[in-house]
C-alpha cells in the first residue's frame, strides 16, 4: 500500500506544487476540471451511450406524451409509469460508471483532503500531538517520550489518557519547514512530521497510522507505522483550511464537487459525451 | 465605573428580558438597521484624535508627571494643554460618558445613575430596580405550538441615552469618525459612522459577567458570588465532567437553561490537563490561559446561539481548580449588536480573531471573589489591554481623516482594584502585598504614557490629539448604607424588622409608611403621591420641604470611626440638572466625602445593621464622590483656554473644531 500511496502522493505532488503560491481556488479549479475530464472519459468508456440516449429519447417523448394528452387521464398514467421504467432504466445505465468511478475519486479525494483539508500550522501557533495505542497498551504502564527538533517547541508535558488509550502533547510552531517529531518508547520510536508554513498551500498529513490498508489508503502522505508495535496513530491536529469565498469560508469538498459537476457538464460536449 | 455587587436583579427575570431578545437576534428575527459607514467622504475639519482613557486620575497624573514618570504626557502638557476635567454629577462612567457624546449633563441625556427605578413598579421587585442605559424587549408576537415558542416579530435591545451622540452630529456635518468602544453606546446608536460598542454591552447571558469556576475544594464552593458560579467537580477516574451555563432559551415556553458539555482529562502526576469542548480539545499547563474558544448553545434544531471563552487552568493536582471567562459574543458572528457597519466587528475578527466584546472585560468579580489572584486577574488584564493597543494601532495606521476615537478600560479597572495597595488608611492594606502590587496603579498610567506618544507620533502638525478621563479616583475605605440611614432617621419603613438585613429590593420595605429611599450609587428618591405606585408624599411644597430637610441631614451626617462627612453634597435634582428629561431626575443626588462610598447593598434596596462599615473588598478605589473630589484629566495638543473645562464642553469643542453649529441642547463651550 505504502508504493500505491508514494505514487499518487508523488503525482498530486508534482501537480499541485507549482500552484502553491496561487490563491487556493486555482489549484481547486484545476483539480477539478482534470476531474471533471477524467469522469466525462470513464463515463464515455464505460457507459452504453446509445441505450442512455435512447432512454433519454423515450423520458422526453413520454413527457410530450403527457403534455398533448393532459385531458385523456389513461394516456396520462400509462405515459407517467414508462417515465418511471425509463427513469429506472436510465438509473441501471448510470450506475456502471459510477462504480468504476468510486474507485479514482476516493482515491482524488483522499489527496485532496491533504492538501486542502488544513492547514500548515503558523509559526508561532500550537497544536495538539496526539498518539493512541493498540488495545491491551496504557499510556500509564510504558514511558512515551516525545522529541521536538529545532523549529517545534514541546509546550508542555505528556498527558496520558488511560480511558482513551492516549497520550497528548501541545507543540508549537517555531519555524518554517517541514519537521519531525519523534517518539520514543522502550527501545523503539516513531516520527511524524510536521508542516510549518508560510501561508502557501501545502500537503498537510494529519497522521501517520498502524499498517491497515483502508487507514493507510485514507491517510497516504506519510509511510504506515509498524504493525507490531503499541502505537496505531500519531496525529497532528491541524488548523482546519476553509477556501475564502467574498469572506465566507467554504469546505474545500463543496468546493470540489460544485466545480467538477460545473466543469464536467460544461465539456460533454467536447467529449461527445451523453450523460 | 462600578459594579452592582452583591445582589444582582434576579438572574431568571433579567434573562428572559436580555436573551429572550438575544436569542431572537441571533435568530436573525430582529438587528438593527444600519447603512453602511461615513466611507470616502472628506471632513472639513481637522483631523482629530481622542484618547478616552478611563479614570486617569487628575492627581496622580500631576504627582507622576512631576516625578518624571510620565515624560509624554508632560511634553504634552508643556507644549499643549493640561487640566482637570469636571466630571458629571454623580460621577459615575455611564453618566459621565453620556455627558460626553451628547454635550449635555444628565437632565438632557437621562442617564442619572447605573441604576434607574421604574416607579409605576413598586410592589414588583423584578421591576422596580432597572438599569439605566439600556431597555430589552422580547418579542410581541409568538407563535406557540406545544412546549415551543416562535417569535412572529423581532426582539429589540434599546439605547437608552436620550439626545443625538456627537458622532451622529459629526456625521450630519460629514466629518467621518471612528468610535472604538466609547462607554454608554450600546446597543450601537444608529450611525453611518464605524462604531464597536463599549462598556455597558453584556456577556452572551445578557448580564455584566458571569463567571463560572469550577473546583473540588468544597470550601471553595458559595452560592451569592457576585458575578459568577462556582460549581463542584469530582474528579472520576482523572476525569471531570461538567458544563457551562448558558442563555435560556427563549424557544421553549418553560425557558429552560441551555448548556454546553465540558470534559477535562487530567495527567495522573503531569500538571496538565486537556480540555473537551464541542470537538474542541486543547491542552493547558497549570497556571496557564487557552486561547478563544467558541461555543454554541442549542435551542431549537435549526437555531442556535454562540459566544466565546477563554479557560484558564488555575490547579491540577492536589486540588483541580478551572476558570472560564464570562460568555463573549462572538464578534465574528454577534449574536447582539456590536456596531455599525454591523460587519465592522466581522472586519475585526477577521483581522484580529475573536476578542473581547463584553463592556468591561476585566473580570473584577473573579477577583474580588478570590477565584482569581492579582496575578492572575493582572495576566487577564494585560491580554485585554495587548489586544486593546494592537487594534488601536490598526486604527490609527488607516486613520487619515476626520475623528478617530479610542477607548482604553484598563485604566479605570486597575484602579478599581489595585488602589488598596497604595492607600496605607485602606482596611484591606496589606504592606506585604503592597511592596508586591503597589506599582500596578502607576504602570498602567506610564502605559498611558506610551500610547499617547504612538498618538503623538502619527499627528502631523494639524492633527487635534485630545487625551480624557471621565472621572478621577478616590480611595475607598468606608461605606454609607443609605437605606439604613434612611430607616434609622424615621424616613423608610419596613414590614419586619427582624428581617432588616435579609431582604432585597425592597420587598420588606412599607411603603404606606415610606417617605424616601435610594436607588443606585448615589440617587435618592422621595416615594411621590401619583409619581410612584405606592407614593405617600404629597407634590409640591410637601416633597420640597422633605427633600430640603433630607438634604440638609446628610450633609450633616458624620461617620463616628472617622469623625469625617460622608457626604460633602446632596444635590437636590432639579437644582443641578437641565434638559428634557430632567422630570425623571433623582429627588436626591449624592456626592460622597473622599474615602467613603455607598455601601455595597443599599443601591439595591438592601439594609444592613450599621450604617457605616469598612470596605473590606478588594475593589477599594472608586469614583462616586462628590464632582470635585475626582476630576478627570484633559490634555491636549494645544492651549486650553476654558478656564474649569468639562465633559460637555469637550463636545461642544469638537463641533467648533470641525464649524459644525452646535445644537442649543448642548450646554458646554469650546475649550479650545
Redesign the interface.
Known amino acids: 500500500m505504502n508504493i500505491v500511496n508514494a505514487a499518487l502522493s508523488g503525482f498530486f505532488d508534482l501537480l499541485l506544487s507549482p500552484l502553491r503560491s496561487a490563491n487556493p481556488w486555482i489549484p481547486m479549479a484545476v483539480i477539478s476540471l482534470l476531474t471533471g475530464f477524467l469522469m466525462l472519459g470513464i463515463y464515455r468508456a464505460v457507459s452504453d451511450q446509445d441505450g442512455i440516449l435512447k432512454v433519454k429519447s423515450c423520458i422526453k417523448a413520454h413527457l410530450l406524451e403527457l403534455r398533448l394528452f393532459k385531458n385523456d387521464l389513461g394516456v396520462s398514467l400509462r405515459a407517467q409509469g414508462r417515465i418511471l421504467v425509463a427513469n429506472l432504466r436510465y438509473i441501471g445505465y448510470a450506475f456502471k460508471p459510477l462504480l468504476v468511478m468510486i474507485i479514482p475519486v476516493m482515491l482524488i479525494l483522499i489527496q485532496l483532503n491533504d492538501w486542502f483539508g488544513s492547514r500548515p500550522l503558523a509559526v508561532g501557533e500550537s497544536a495538539?500531538v496526539k498518539a493512541e495505542l493498540a488495545e491491551g497498551f496504557s499510556p500509564?504502564e510504558t514511558d512515551f517520550r516525545l522529541e521536538a527538533p529545532a523549529g517545534l517547541v514541546l509546550?508542555?508535558?505528556?498527558?496520558?489518557?488511560?480511558?482513551?488509550r492516549e497520550v497528548?502533547?501541545?507543540i508549537r510552531a517555531a519555524a518554517p519547514g517541514v519537521h519531525e517529531l519523534v517518539l520514543r518508547w522502550g527501545g523503539a520510536s516513531a516520527a511524524k512530521k510536521v508542516v510549518v508554513g508560510d501561508g502557501r498551500l501545502a500537503r498537510v498529513s494529519t497522521a501517520r497510522v498502524r499498517t491497515n490498508v483502508w487507514r493507510e489508503i485514507s491517510h497516504p502522505g506519510e509511510r504506515a507505522l509498524p504493525g507490531d508495535g503499541p502505537v496505531t496513530t500519531l496525529e497532528v491536529?491541524y488548523p482546519e483550511r476553509r477556501l475564502d469565498l467574498f469572506?465566507m469560508g467554504v469546505h474545500w469538498l463543496v468546493a470540489y464537487f460544485v466545480l467538477s459537476l460545473v466543469l464536467g457538464f460544461a465539456f460533454k460536449g467536447l467529449f461527445k459525451v451523453t450523460i | 465605573m462600578k459594579r452592582i455587587n452583591g445582589h444582582p436583579l434576579d438572574r431568571r427575570e433579567f434573562l428572559k428580558l436580555g436573551l429572550g431578545a438575544a436569542t431572537l437576534l441571533a435568530a436573525g428575527a430582529g438587528s438593527p438597521g444600519i447603512a453602511a459607514r461615513t466611507a470616502g467622504r472628506s471632513a472639513a475639519g481637522p483631523k482629530v484624535i481622542i484618547l478616552g482613557m478611563d479614570g486617569l486620575d487628575f492627581g496622580f497624573m500631576r504627582r507622576w508627571m512631576d516625578e518624571g514618570k510620565l515624560p509624554t504626557f508632560r511634553k504634552l502638557a508643556e507644549a499643549g494643554g493640561f487640566a482637570p476635567l469636571r466630571t458629571s454629577d454623580p460621577p459615575q462612567s455611564p453618566v459621565a460618558w453620556a455627558n460626553f457624546i451628547t454635550g449635555t449633563n444628565p437632565g438632557g441625556h437621562g442617564i442619572y445613575d447605573f441604576i434607574h427605578r421604574d416607579p409605576s413598579q413598586q410592589t414588583d421587585p423584578n421591576n422596580f430596580v432597572v438599569f439605566s442605559a439600556t431597555a430589552t424587549e422580547a418579542a410581541k408576537r409568538n407563535l406557540k405550538i406545544g412546549n415551543y415558542v416562535f417569535p412572529l416579530s423581532g426582539g429589540k435591545v434599546r439605547n437608552l441615552i436620550q439626545g443625538k451622540a456627537f458622532w451622529q452630529l459629526l456625521e450630519d456635518g460629514g466629518v467621518p469618525s471612528t468610535i472604538f468602544k466609547i462607554p454608554a453606546n450600546y446597543p450601537p446608536v444608529g450611525s453611518k459612522q464605524r462604531t464597536f460598542v463599549g462598556m455597558g454591552t453584556p456577556d452572551l447571558l445578557g448580564t455584566y459577567g458571569q463567571f463560572n469556576y469550577y473546583t473540588t475544594v468544597p470550601s471553595e464552593i458559595a452560592p451569592d458570588v457576585s458575578g459568577g458560579w462556582v460549581h463542584q467537580v469530582y474528579v472520576i477516574g482523572n476525569r471531570v465532567d461538567t458544563k457551562i451555563p448558558g442563555p435560556v432559551n427563549s424557544f421553549r415556553k418553560d425557558q429552560p437553561d441551555t448548556a454546553v458539555d465540558v470534559r477535562v482529562d487530567i495527567d495522573p502526576v503531569h500538571p496538565v490537563a486537556r480540555i473537551s469542548v464541542q470537538g474542541q480539545e486543547f491542552l493547558l499547563r497549570e497556571k496557564e490561559w487557552s486561547d478563544w474558544k467558541k461555543i454554541r448553545f442549542g435551542l431549537i434544531p435549526t437555531q442556535s446561539v454562540g459566544g466565546i471563552v477563554l479557560f484558564y487552568l488555575k490547579q491540577v493536582h492536589p486540588e483541580f481548580k478551572l476558570y472560564v471567562t464570562p460568555i463573549n459574543v462572538d464578534p465574528s458572528d454577534p449574536a447582539l449588536p456590536l456596531s455599525t457597519p454591523e460587519s465592522y466587528s466581522r472586519e475585526l475578527a477577521a483581522k484580529f480573531g475573536p476578542f473581547f466584546t463584553k463592556g468591561l472585560p476585566a473580570d473584577t468579580h473573579a477577583l474580588d471573589a478570590d477565584v482569581l489572584d492579582e496575578d492572575e486577574f493582572l495576566a487577564m488584564d494585560d491580554r485585554i489591554l495587548r489586544e486593546s493597543l494592537e487594534m488601536f494601532d490598526y486604527e490609527l495606521a488607516r486613520f487619515n481623516d476626520g475623528l478617530l476615537f479610542y477607548y482604553i478600560s484598563s485604566t479605570d479597572q486597575r484602579q478599581h482594584m489595585f488602589y488598596r495597595f497604595l492607600d496605607p488608611l485602606s482596611p484591606v492594606y496589606d504592606p506585604g502585598q503592597a511592596a508586591r502590587y503597589g506599582t500596578v496603579v502607576e504602570s498602567i498610567y506610564r502605559e498611558m504614557d506610551v500610547l499617547l506618544a504612538k498618538a503623538l507620533a502619527a499627528a502631523d502638525r494639524d492633527t487635534v490629539v485630545i487625551t480624557m478621563s471621565d472621572h478621577g479616583f478616590s480611595p475607598f475605605r468606608r461605606t454609607f448604607n443609605l437605606n439604613t440611614w434612611l430607616k434609622a432617621n424615621g424616613y423608610h419603613a419596613l414590614i419586619n424588622e427582624r428581617r432588616m438585613t435579609e431582604d432585597t429590593l425592597f420587598t420588606n420595605t412599607d411603603w404606606s409608611r415610606t417617605r424616601a429611599y435610594g436607588v443606585g450609587l448615589n440617587t435618592l428618591y422621595i416615594n411621590e403621591r401619583g409619581r410612584e405606585s405606592e407614593g405617600i408624599v404629597a407634590p409640591g411644597a410637601e416633597k420640597d420641604a422633605l427633600v430640603r430637610e433630607i438634604a440638609r441631614k446628610l450633609e450633616e451626617a458624620v461617620d463616628p470611626k472617622t469623625g469625617e462627612r460622608p457626604i460633602l453634597h446632596a444635590h437636590v435634582g432639579r437644582d443641578i440638572y437641565s434638559g428634557q428629561s430632567v422630570d425623571h431626575c433623582p429627588d436626591i443626588v449624592l456626592g460622597f466625602n473622599r474615602g467613603s462610598r455607598i455601601s455595597w447593598s443599599s443601591p439595591m434596596g438592601t439594609f444592613s445593621k450599621d450604617i457605616f462599615g469598612d470596605n473590606t473588598e478588594k475593589w477599594s478605589g472608586d469614583h462616586m464622590g462628590a464632582s470635585e473630589v475626582v476630576p478627570g484629566i484633559l490634555f491636549a495638543n494645544r492651549p486650553i483656554r476654558a478656564e474649569h473645562p468639562a465633559l460637555y464642553d469637550l463636545t461642544a469643542s469638537l463641533l467648533a473644531l470641525y464649524g459644525i453649529d452646535q445644537p442649543k441642547e448642548l450646554v458646554g463651550k469650546p475649550v479650545f
Do not use: H, K, Q
Open positions: 495538539l500509564l509546550e508542555t508535558e505528556p498527558l496520558r489518557v488511560e480511558e482513551d497528548n502533547w501541545r491536529r469572506g
